[in-house]
Protein backbone atom coordinates (compact mmCIF):
# COMPACT_ATOMS: atom_id res chain seq x y z
CA UNK A 1 0.00 0.00 0.00
CA UNK A 2 1.57 3.36 -1.15
CA UNK A 3 0.84 6.26 1.12
CA UNK A 4 -1.16 7.83 -1.00
CA UNK A 5 -3.41 4.57 -1.16
CA UNK A 6 -3.54 4.91 2.99
CA UNK A 7 -4.53 8.58 2.97
CA UNK A 8 -7.34 7.79 0.49
CA UNK A 9 -8.21 4.42 2.71
CA UNK A 10 -8.51 6.37 5.51
CA UNK A 11 -10.38 9.30 3.97
CA UNK A 12 -13.34 6.99 2.71
CA UNK A 13 -13.21 5.27 5.98
CA UNK A 14 -13.44 8.79 7.83
CA UNK A 15 -16.09 9.86 5.67
CA UNK A 16 -18.49 6.92 5.58
CA UNK A 17 -18.24 7.06 9.58
CA UNK A 18 -19.95 10.98 9.02
CA UNK A 19 -22.52 9.73 6.89
CA UNK A 20 -23.68 7.20 9.32
CA UNK A 21 -25.17 9.90 11.55
CA UNK A 22 -26.64 13.04 10.75
CA UNK A 23 -25.78 14.22 14.31
CA UNK A 24 -22.34 14.55 13.40
CA UNK A 25 -21.43 18.17 12.02
CA UNK A 26 -17.74 18.72 13.12
CA UNK A 27 -15.24 15.97 13.17
CA UNK A 28 -11.58 15.66 12.80
CA UNK A 29 -8.82 13.07 12.59
CA UNK A 30 -5.15 13.23 12.67
CA UNK A 31 -2.62 10.35 12.41
CA UNK A 32 0.93 11.31 12.93
CA UNK A 33 4.44 9.45 12.55
CA UNK A 34 7.15 11.14 12.63
CA UNK A 35 9.54 8.56 11.82
CA UNK A 36 7.92 6.62 8.65
CA UNK A 37 6.52 10.55 8.08
CA UNK A 38 2.86 10.24 7.95
CA UNK A 39 1.11 12.95 8.61
CA UNK A 40 -2.73 12.61 8.01
CA UNK A 41 -5.21 15.54 8.61
CA UNK A 42 -8.83 15.06 7.68
CA UNK A 43 -11.82 17.75 8.45
CA UNK A 44 -15.63 17.78 8.25
CA UNK A 45 -17.61 20.92 8.91
CA UNK A 46 -21.06 20.88 8.43
CA UNK A 47 -21.75 24.26 10.53
CA UNK A 48 -22.83 27.61 8.67
CA UNK A 49 -20.52 29.72 8.32
CA UNK A 50 -17.39 27.79 9.78
CA UNK A 51 -14.49 26.73 7.71
CA UNK A 52 -13.37 22.86 7.86
CA UNK A 53 -9.67 23.11 8.97
CA UNK A 54 -7.35 20.25 11.24
CA UNK A 55 -6.25 23.63 12.87
CA UNK A 56 -9.82 24.04 14.38
CA UNK A 57 -9.72 24.01 18.32
CA UNK A 58 -12.41 21.43 19.37
CA UNK A 59 -13.50 20.54 22.41
CA UNK A 60 -12.34 17.12 24.17
CA UNK A 61 -14.38 16.31 26.32
CA UNK A 62 -12.84 13.81 29.08
CA UNK A 63 -9.75 13.32 27.01
CA UNK A 64 -8.85 16.50 29.62
CA UNK A 65 -8.84 13.75 32.27
CA UNK A 66 -5.40 13.18 31.70
CA UNK A 67 -4.34 17.00 31.44
CA UNK A 68 -5.89 16.47 35.06
CA UNK A 69 -3.97 13.63 36.19
CA UNK A 70 -0.36 14.90 34.51
CA UNK A 71 -0.86 18.27 36.64
CA UNK A 72 -0.98 16.03 39.76
CA UNK A 73 1.96 14.01 38.98
CA UNK A 74 3.69 16.72 38.45
CA UNK A 75 2.98 18.15 41.50
CA UNK A 76 4.09 14.59 42.84
CA UNK A 77 7.58 14.76 41.50
CA UNK A 78 7.34 18.30 43.20
CA UNK A 79 6.91 16.45 46.80
CA UNK A 80 3.81 18.54 47.11
CA UNK A 81 1.47 15.57 47.34
CA UNK A 82 2.09 11.54 47.62
CA UNK A 83 -0.48 9.31 45.40
CA UNK A 84 -1.22 7.34 48.86
CA UNK A 85 -2.57 10.87 50.71
CA UNK A 86 -5.64 10.65 52.07
CA UNK A 87 -7.65 13.58 50.29
CA UNK A 88 -9.08 14.65 53.37
CA UNK A 89 -5.46 16.44 53.63
CA UNK A 90 -6.63 18.83 50.97
CA UNK A 91 -10.21 19.37 50.65
CA UNK A 92 -12.65 20.90 53.29
CA UNK A 93 -14.56 18.79 55.64
CA UNK A 94 -18.09 20.15 54.64
CA UNK A 95 -17.31 18.92 51.15
CA UNK A 96 -15.92 15.38 52.60
CA UNK A 97 -18.44 15.26 54.70
CA UNK A 98 -20.48 12.00 53.50
CA UNK A 99 -19.09 11.88 50.31
CA UNK A 100 -18.91 8.32 50.39
CA UNK A 101 -21.49 6.43 52.39
CA UNK A 102 -22.03 2.49 51.16
CA UNK A 103 -24.43 0.59 53.06
CA UNK A 104 -24.91 2.79 55.84
CA UNK A 105 -21.32 3.31 56.73
CA UNK A 106 -19.21 6.07 55.88
CA UNK A 107 -15.46 5.53 54.22
CA UNK A 108 -14.73 9.62 53.35
CA UNK A 109 -12.03 9.69 55.43
CA UNK A 110 -10.19 6.49 53.54
CA UNK A 111 -10.23 7.90 50.15
CA UNK A 112 -6.69 8.43 48.46
CA UNK A 113 -5.46 9.73 45.72
CA UNK A 114 -4.75 7.09 43.50
CA UNK A 115 -8.10 5.87 44.06
CA UNK A 116 -9.78 8.89 42.67
CA UNK A 117 -7.17 8.67 39.45
CA UNK A 118 -8.01 5.43 38.26
CA UNK A 119 -11.79 5.29 39.62
CA UNK A 120 -11.24 3.09 42.57
CA UNK A 121 -12.49 5.37 44.74
CA UNK A 122 -16.02 3.54 44.92
CA UNK A 123 -18.12 7.41 44.36
CA UNK A 124 -21.04 7.61 42.63
CA UNK A 125 -21.13 10.02 39.36
CA UNK A 126 -23.69 12.71 38.98
CA UNK A 127 -22.64 14.12 35.41
CA UNK A 128 -25.17 12.50 33.18
CA UNK A 129 -28.08 13.00 35.88
CA UNK A 130 -26.80 16.51 36.00
CA UNK A 131 -26.13 17.02 32.30
CA UNK A 132 -30.27 17.11 31.81
CA UNK A 133 -30.53 19.70 33.60
CA UNK A 134 -27.82 21.98 32.73
CA UNK A 135 -28.73 21.74 28.94
CA UNK A 136 -32.07 23.00 29.91
CA UNK A 137 -32.13 26.87 30.12
CA UNK A 138 -32.61 28.32 33.45
CA UNK A 139 -31.83 31.14 35.71
CA UNK A 140 -29.69 28.98 38.05
CA UNK A 141 -25.84 29.48 38.52
CA UNK A 142 -24.18 25.54 38.49
CA UNK A 143 -20.89 25.39 40.00
CA UNK A 144 -18.99 22.06 40.35
CA UNK A 145 -19.73 22.08 44.00
CA UNK A 146 -23.36 21.30 43.24
CA UNK A 147 -22.33 18.40 41.35
CA UNK A 148 -20.74 17.11 44.39
CA UNK A 149 -23.50 17.92 46.54
CA UNK A 150 -25.74 16.04 44.24
CA UNK A 151 -23.76 12.61 44.74
CA UNK A 152 -24.45 13.41 48.31
CA UNK A 153 -27.84 14.13 48.19
CA UNK A 154 -28.68 11.71 45.29
CA UNK A 155 -26.61 8.52 45.42
CA UNK A 156 -25.30 6.26 48.05
CA UNK A 157 -20.95 5.49 46.77
CA UNK A 158 -20.90 1.91 44.57
CA UNK A 159 -18.48 0.13 47.13
CA UNK A 160 -15.71 0.55 49.71
CA UNK A 161 -12.38 2.56 47.98
CA UNK A 162 -10.28 0.50 46.65
CA UNK A 163 -13.05 -2.34 46.12
CA UNK A 164 -13.66 -2.13 42.60
CA UNK A 165 -14.08 -0.10 38.88
CA UNK A 166 -15.85 2.97 38.75
CA UNK A 167 -16.00 5.91 36.23
CA UNK A 168 -17.07 8.95 37.46
CA UNK A 169 -16.49 12.78 36.96
CA UNK A 170 -16.92 13.31 40.75
CA UNK A 171 -13.33 11.59 41.13
CA UNK A 172 -11.59 14.41 38.82
CA UNK A 173 -13.77 17.07 39.91
CA UNK A 174 -11.93 16.20 43.47
CA UNK A 175 -9.10 16.05 41.95
CA UNK A 176 -9.10 19.20 40.31
CA UNK A 177 -9.97 21.03 44.13
CA UNK A 178 -7.12 19.08 45.34
CA UNK A 179 -4.77 21.00 42.82
CA UNK A 180 -6.38 24.63 43.41
CA UNK A 181 -5.37 23.77 47.39
CA UNK A 182 -2.24 22.81 46.74
CA UNK A 183 -1.32 25.56 44.16
CA UNK A 184 -3.60 28.60 45.58
CA UNK A 185 -4.55 28.86 42.18
CA UNK A 186 -7.62 28.36 39.97
CA UNK A 187 -7.54 24.76 38.31
CA UNK A 188 -7.53 26.83 34.43
CA UNK A 189 -4.23 28.66 35.46
CA UNK A 190 -2.77 25.74 36.61
CA UNK A 191 -2.98 23.96 33.48
CA UNK A 192 -1.77 27.24 31.78
CA UNK A 193 1.39 27.39 33.69
CA UNK A 194 2.25 23.82 34.00
CA UNK A 195 1.28 22.83 30.49
CA UNK A 196 0.50 24.99 27.82
CA UNK A 197 2.96 27.41 28.79
CA UNK A 198 5.90 25.69 29.17
CA UNK A 199 4.62 22.91 25.95
CA UNK A 200 4.28 26.17 24.04
CA UNK A 201 0.48 24.94 23.39
CA UNK A 202 -0.95 28.41 22.39
CA UNK A 203 -4.55 27.67 21.22
CA UNK A 204 -4.95 25.49 23.84
CA UNK A 205 -7.62 26.65 26.81
CA UNK A 206 -10.68 25.40 29.07
CA UNK A 207 -14.12 25.82 27.90
CA UNK A 208 -15.44 29.23 29.44
CA UNK A 209 -12.59 29.58 32.60
CA UNK A 210 -9.89 31.41 30.11
CA UNK A 211 -8.78 32.50 27.04
CA UNK A 212 -5.85 30.45 24.88
CA UNK A 213 -2.16 31.81 24.38
CA UNK A 214 -2.82 33.00 21.29
CA UNK A 215 -6.33 33.37 19.63
CA UNK A 216 -7.10 31.12 16.71
CA UNK A 217 -8.63 32.11 13.39
CA UNK A 218 -10.98 29.97 13.38
CA UNK A 219 -14.05 29.48 16.22
CA UNK A 220 -14.02 26.79 18.06
CA UNK A 221 -16.26 23.30 16.44
CA UNK A 222 -19.70 23.33 17.75
CA UNK A 223 -20.43 19.65 20.18
CA UNK A 224 -23.72 18.76 21.16
CA UNK A 225 -25.81 16.65 23.28
CA UNK A 226 -29.29 15.50 21.90
CA UNK A 227 -29.10 18.10 19.70
CA UNK A 228 -28.55 21.17 21.90
CA UNK A 229 -24.96 23.42 21.10
CA UNK A 230 -22.67 23.45 24.44
CA UNK A 231 -20.48 25.69 23.27
CA UNK A 232 -21.71 28.87 25.70
CA UNK A 233 -23.43 26.80 28.34
CA UNK A 234 -21.80 28.08 31.31
CA UNK A 235 -23.29 26.02 33.74
CA UNK A 236 -22.22 22.27 31.53
CA UNK A 237 -18.98 23.97 31.40
CA UNK A 238 -19.06 23.59 35.51
CA UNK A 239 -20.26 20.59 35.43
CA UNK A 240 -17.29 19.79 33.52
CA UNK A 241 -14.45 21.45 35.16
CA UNK A 242 -11.38 19.55 35.96
CA UNK A 243 -13.46 16.13 34.53
CA UNK A 244 -12.42 17.80 30.60
CA UNK A 245 -13.11 20.93 29.65
CA UNK A 246 -9.76 21.34 27.81
CA UNK A 247 -10.20 22.81 23.87
CA UNK A 248 -7.27 22.25 21.82
CA UNK A 249 -6.52 21.88 18.61
CA UNK A 250 -5.03 18.90 16.72
CA UNK A 251 -1.28 20.29 16.41
CA UNK A 252 -1.22 21.36 20.54
CA UNK A 253 -2.85 17.74 21.78
CA UNK A 254 0.19 16.14 19.19
CA UNK A 255 2.64 18.12 21.53
CA UNK A 256 0.98 17.00 24.49
CA UNK A 257 1.47 13.34 23.68
CA UNK A 258 4.85 13.84 22.39
CA UNK A 259 5.65 15.23 25.62
CA UNK A 260 4.14 12.84 27.56
CA UNK A 261 6.09 10.27 25.18
CA UNK A 262 9.33 11.79 25.62
CA UNK A 263 8.85 12.36 29.11
CA UNK A 264 9.23 16.14 28.92
CA UNK A 265 6.79 17.11 31.12
CA UNK A 266 7.35 13.68 34.21
CA UNK A 267 9.74 11.23 34.20
CA UNK A 268 9.63 7.60 32.55
CA UNK A 269 9.26 6.31 36.70
CA UNK A 270 5.76 8.65 36.77
CA UNK A 271 4.21 8.23 33.16
CA UNK A 272 5.03 4.14 34.32
CA UNK A 273 3.31 4.67 37.58
CA UNK A 274 0.20 6.21 35.74
CA UNK A 275 0.32 3.58 33.48
CA UNK A 276 0.43 0.66 35.79
CA UNK A 277 -1.52 1.11 38.84
CA UNK A 278 -4.62 0.06 36.68
CA UNK A 279 -8.44 -1.25 37.00
CA UNK A 280 -10.44 -2.91 34.81
CA UNK A 281 -12.52 -0.64 32.83
CA UNK A 282 -13.93 -3.08 30.53
CA UNK A 283 -12.63 -5.80 28.34
CA UNK A 284 -9.60 -4.79 26.49
CA UNK A 285 -9.10 -2.10 28.39
CA UNK A 286 -7.17 -1.30 31.58
CA UNK A 287 -7.91 1.97 33.49
CA UNK A 288 -4.39 4.14 35.09
CA UNK A 289 -4.04 7.43 36.69
CA UNK A 290 -5.97 9.41 33.75
CA UNK A 291 -4.68 6.77 31.30
CA UNK A 292 -6.63 4.49 29.18
CA UNK A 293 -4.63 1.27 28.27
CA UNK A 294 -5.70 -0.59 24.88
CA UNK A 295 -4.52 -4.09 25.99
CA UNK A 296 -4.30 -7.44 23.64
CA UNK A 297 -7.25 -9.47 23.84
CA UNK A 298 -7.26 -12.91 22.07
CA UNK A 299 -9.12 -12.72 18.76
CA UNK A 300 -10.67 -9.75 19.46
CA UNK A 301 -7.37 -7.48 19.83
CA UNK A 302 -4.03 -7.94 18.79
CA UNK A 303 -1.08 -6.95 20.63
CA UNK A 304 0.23 -4.29 18.01
CA UNK A 305 -2.78 -2.81 18.23
CA UNK A 306 -2.18 -1.91 22.37
CA UNK A 307 -2.23 1.81 22.41
CA UNK A 308 -2.44 4.25 25.32
CA UNK A 309 -3.99 7.64 25.97
CA UNK A 310 -7.79 8.65 26.41
CA UNK A 311 -11.34 9.02 25.03
CA UNK A 312 -14.17 11.60 25.66
CA UNK A 313 -18.18 11.08 25.78
CA UNK A 314 -18.17 13.30 22.24
CA UNK A 315 -16.22 10.30 20.46
CA UNK A 316 -13.15 12.34 21.21
CA UNK A 317 -9.80 10.07 21.52
CA UNK A 318 -5.87 10.93 21.78
CA UNK A 319 -3.61 7.60 21.82
CA UNK A 320 -0.49 7.03 21.32
CA UNK A 321 0.99 2.92 19.59
CA UNK A 322 4.15 1.89 20.69
CA UNK A 323 4.46 -0.80 18.11
CA UNK A 324 4.27 1.91 15.22
CA UNK A 325 5.05 4.74 16.96
CA UNK A 326 2.01 6.51 15.93
CA UNK A 327 -0.26 9.15 17.43
CA UNK A 328 -3.99 9.03 17.05
CA UNK A 329 -6.27 11.72 17.64
CA UNK A 330 -9.63 12.94 16.68
CA UNK A 331 -13.45 13.62 17.71
CA UNK A 332 -16.68 13.69 16.32
CA UNK A 333 -18.11 16.00 18.57
CA UNK A 334 -21.38 14.78 19.36
CA UNK A 335 -22.27 12.67 22.54
CA UNK A 336 -23.94 10.03 20.79
CA UNK A 337 -20.38 8.76 20.11
CA UNK A 338 -19.66 8.45 23.31
CA UNK A 339 -18.27 4.81 22.54
CA UNK A 340 -17.76 4.84 18.33
CA UNK A 341 -15.10 7.55 18.46
CA UNK A 342 -12.52 4.74 19.92
CA UNK A 343 -14.18 1.90 18.22
CA UNK A 344 -13.73 3.97 14.57
CA UNK A 345 -10.18 4.53 15.94
CA UNK A 346 -9.18 1.34 16.35
CA UNK A 347 -11.03 -0.46 13.71
CA UNK A 348 -10.73 1.53 11.23
CA UNK A 349 -7.55 3.65 11.56
CA UNK A 350 -4.99 2.01 13.92
CA UNK A 351 -5.73 -0.95 11.64
CA UNK A 352 -5.24 0.38 8.52
CA UNK A 353 -2.47 2.15 9.50
CA UNK A 354 -0.63 -0.47 11.00
CA UNK A 355 -0.76 -2.64 7.83
CA UNK A 356 0.33 -0.18 5.60
CA UNK A 357 3.50 -0.02 7.63
CA UNK A 358 4.26 -3.95 8.09
Not at 222 to 240: A, E, H, V
Request: aromatic share 12%; glycine share 6%.
Amino acid sequence: MSYKALEADLRKAFNNEITKSKKIKNAFLYVHNEKDKIDIALTHNSTENQKSSISQPNYMASVGKIFTSTIISILYEEEKLKFDDKITKYIDNEIMERIHVYKDKEYSQTIEIGHLLNHTSGLADSFWDCLEDVCNPNDKKFEVIDAINWIKNNKEAEFKPGEGFHYTDTNYHLLGLIIESITKIPFHEVLKEKIFIPLNMKNSYMNQYSSPIEESELSEADFFYNGTRLNKNQNYSRLDFSGGGIISTASDLLIFMKALVSNKLISEATIKKMKENTARFRLGIEYGYGIWNIIKVPVLMPEKYSSWGVAGATGAYMFYNPFSNTYFIGNFNDFSYRQKGLQFMLSKVVKRTIKYLE
